[in-house]
């Protein structure tokens, strides 16, 4: 082996020289979480937990559905908790998730901002009512895929409100589930119905509910569908018999329920697996969300993150701009025509309409010639209620059913951006948002289902007014000047 001899006085030159060197700050790592409903509708007053194994924030969205930045380490992962609302729409239900780290550089940024986006199911009220000479049947608001209905058999005396959602795969079974205080994950449940209900008596005829597969145990051995009773409240089960669940069949790849007996007041899951785990079991369960207290400034806070980063030679006094929104004008997406089912092809009606929500980093300013280095990591999974199909943004995987249905889209990807600030019209630098627009649009269209006639199922005899979407996604910036 060669040696390289160096002299001691360059070897201490170099030393100094290492000891001189301006050392590299560990960047400043921030989160921020955008909540939209399955809708795609942005969810102002959304709680969120962010919990790693050095920080827990508790925050709350804004009118764009958007947490504040708060400092949150991406690269050690953590757990995400979105807790039930009260939304626009009906119930926002709660979901805990594992955050899985992004693939961000180890070094040389000044900030890594982790942006994540992700839709909460929203349970759509309804009333179950019997009507005294016929069955009757109540769906998904329109432009919602037909993923559930309930029937109630003509004659029934039953009447009450009740809130419904689908939960659209086995990840989304098991994140409500674990939210409500039960691990399912070795249940393998693919598909599944909530139903916020009161306490109530379905008798012995009760009430059918369907539920839509989407082909996901196509071909499976069987179709099991469990119920779980999440009752709430602080004292012991009730006596007396619980609800009991029967599948009666499945016709046009939707399993079909009669749900009898007494349901508590709390949550009921009807979730749906093959045969492989054994019959068909009811599980009542005391319903056990977690305890998410919010900040006395509401979770809030202002929203910016860390900002007087100035750097540079800064005249102060200064005071700070807030950028303008920049100004997209005017793009769009195609929606493609849903996928024919067993009764045919879909036909367009109506006007195609778009949308645009954003998401905002947070501000800063420098003084005049600094430089900021940003990595922005965005991890994006959408579920919705309709069928989402159409052209995505590059490096998105579009999620599909076993049918070939397309319920939804996730997006992970990480960029480095590198900003200069300039003069500004002061002389005393600038201030920079980074920008990010989720655009979406809508194009309803007739499809034809099944109805109930004379408690018999009757294909093809309901025309229900369905949406697909597309969605696109453009990253802009914006800076403005600094001013005395």
Same mark, same amino acid.
């Given at each position: 082996?060669?040696?390289?001899?160096?002299?001691?006085?360059?070897?201490?030159?170099?030393?100094?020289?290492?000891?001189?060197?301006?050392?590299?700050?560990?960047?400043?790592?921030?989160?921020?979480?955008?909540?939209?409903?399955?809708?795609?509708?942005?969810?102002?007053?959304?709680?969120?937990?962010?919990?790693?194994?050095?920080?827990?924030?508790?925050?709350?969205?804004?009118?764009?559905?958007?947490?504040?930045?708060?400092?949150?380490?991406?690269?050690?992962?953590?757990?995400?908790?979105?807790?039930?609302?009260?939304?626009?729409?009906?119930?926002?239900?709660?979901?805990?998730?594992?955050?899985?780290?992004?693939?961000?550089?180890?070094?040389?940024?000044?900030?890594?901002?982790?942006?994540?986006?992700?839709?909460?199911?929203?349970?759509?009220?309804?009333?179950?009512?019997?009507?005294?000479?016929?069955?009757?049947?109540?769906?998904?608001?329109?432009?919602?895929?037909?993923?559930?209905?309930?029937?109630?058999?003509?004659?029934?005396?039953?009447?009450?409100?009740?809130?419904?959602?689908?939960?659209?795969?086995?990840?989304?079974?098991?994140?409500?589930?674990?939210?409500?205080?039960?691990?399912?994950?070795?249940?393998?449940?693919?598909? *599944?119905?909530?139903?916020?209900?009161?306490?109530?008596?379905?008798?012995?005829?009760?009430?059918?509910?369907?539920?839509?597969?989407?082909?996901?145990?196509?071909?499976?051995?069987?179709?099991?569908?469990?119920?779980?009773?999440?009752?709430?409240?602080?004292?012991?089960?009730?006596?007396?018999?619980?609800?009991?669940?029967?599948?009666?069949?499945?016709?046009?790849?939707?399993?079909?329920?009669?749900?009898?007996?007494?349901?508590?007041?709390?949550?009921?899951?009807?979730?749906?697996?093959?045969?492989?785990?054994?019959?068909?079991?009811?599980?009542?369960?005391?319903?056990?969300?977690?305890?998410?207290?919010?900040?006395?400034?509401?979770?809030?806070?202002?929203?910016?993150?860390?900002?007087?980063?100035?750097?540079?030679?800064?005249?102060?006094?200064?005071?700070?701009?807030?950028?303008?929104?920049?100004?997209?004008?005017?793009?769009?997406?195609?929606?493609?025509?849903?996928?024919?089912?067993?009764?045919?092809?879909?036909?367009?009606?109506?006007?195609?309409?778009?949308?645009?929500?954003?998401?905002?980093?947070?501000?800063?300013?420098?003084?005049? *010639?600094?430089?900021?280095?940003?990595?922005?990591?965005?991890?994006?999974?959408?579920?919705?209620?309709?069928?989402?199909?159409?052209?995505?943004?590059?490096?998105?995987?579009?999620?599909?059913?076993?049918?070939?249905?397309?319920?939804?889209?996730?997006?992970?990807?990480?960029?480095?951006?590198?900003?200069?600030?300039?003069?500004?019209?002061?002389?005393?630098?600038?201030?920079?948002?980074?920008?990010?627009?989720?655009?979406?649009?809508?194009?309803?269209?007739?499809?034809?289902?099944?109805?109930?006639?004379?408690?018999?199922?009757?294909?093809?005899?309901?025309?229900?007014?369905?949406?697909?979407?597309?969605?696109?996604?453009?990253?802009?910036?914006?800076?403005?000047?600094?001013?005395?």
């Amino acid at each position: 082996m060669k040696l390289t001899v160096v002299p001691i006085a360059v070897a201490l030159t170099l030393f100094a020289t290492a000891l001189l060197q301006p050392r590299t700050a560990a960047p400043t790592k921030l989160t921020s979480v955008q909540v939209f409903s399955d809708r795609l509708e942005p969810l102002p007053g959304a709680t969120i937990r962010l919990t790693n194994r050095d920080a827990s924030h508790v925050v709350t969205t804004d009118a764009e559905g958007q947490s504040p930045w708060v400092e949150f380490d991406p690269s050690q992962g953590g757990e995400l908790v979105v807790t039930d609302m009260v939304a626009p729409a009906g119930i926002g239900l709660g979901f805990i998730e594992r955050l899985v780290a992004p693939d961000l550089p180890d070094h040389g940024e000044d900030a890594h901002h982790w942006w994540i986006s992700r839709t909460q199911p929203v349970a759509a009220p309804i009333l179950v009512e019997g009507n005294p000479d016929s069955w009757t049947s109540v769906r998904p608001p329109e432009g919602d895929w037909p993923h559930w209905v309930v029937a109630v058999p003509g004659g029934s005396p039953l009447r009450f409100s009740c809130h419904v959602a689908p939960l659209l795969d086995r990840e989304a079974v098991e994140q409500y589930a674990a939210y409500r205080g039960r691990d399912v994950r070795d249940r393998g449940y693919v598909r *599944g119905v909530a139903l916020v209900v009161p306490s109530v008596r379905l008798g012995d005829e009760g009430i059918v509910v369907g539920l839509s597969l989407l082909g996901d145990l196509q071909g499976a051995d069987g179709v099991i569908v469990d119920a779980y009773d999440f009752f709430s409240g602080t004292g012991a089960v009730a006596p007396g018999p619980g609800v009991e669940v029967e599948l009666l069949h499945v016709t046009n790849d939707v399993a079909y329920v009669r749900l009898t007996g007494a349901v508590r007041a709390g949550h009921l899951g009807l979730f749906a697996r093959t045969s492989t785990a054994g019959p068909a079991e009811v599980f009542v369960v005391r319903d056990d969300p977690p305890e998410v207290a919010v900040p006395a400034d509401g979770g809030r806070g202002d929203g910016q993150g860390p900002e007087r980063d100035e750097g540079g030679a800064t005249p102060p006094p200064t005071t700070e701009c807030e950028p303008e929104v920049p100004d997209l004008g005017e793009y769009s997406c195609d929606p493609l025509a849903p996928a024919p089912n067993y009764c045919g092809a879909a036909t367009p009606t109506g006007k195609r309409s778009c949308e645009v929500v954003r998401m905002r980093s947070p501000r800063y300013c420098k003084g005049p *010639g600094s430089t900021l280095r940003t990595t922005q990591a965005e991890v994006s999974r959408w579920k919705v209620t309709f069928n989402l199909a159409g052209e995505v943004p590059s490096g998105t995987r579009k999620l599909k059913s076993g049918g070939g249905f397309e319920y939804g889209q996730e997006a992970s990807t990480a960029v480095t951006d590198e900003w200069t600030a300039g003069e500004g019209e002061h002389g005393l630098g600038q201030c920079i948002r980074w920008f990010r627009f989720y655009l979406t649009c809508v194009q309803p269209y007739v499809v034809l289902v099944e109805d109930f006639v004379d408690g018999e199922i009757v294909p093809c005899e309901r025309p229900s007014t369905v949406n697909t979407l597309c969605t696109d996604l453009t990253v802009s910036e914006a800076t403005c000047s600094r001013t005395p």
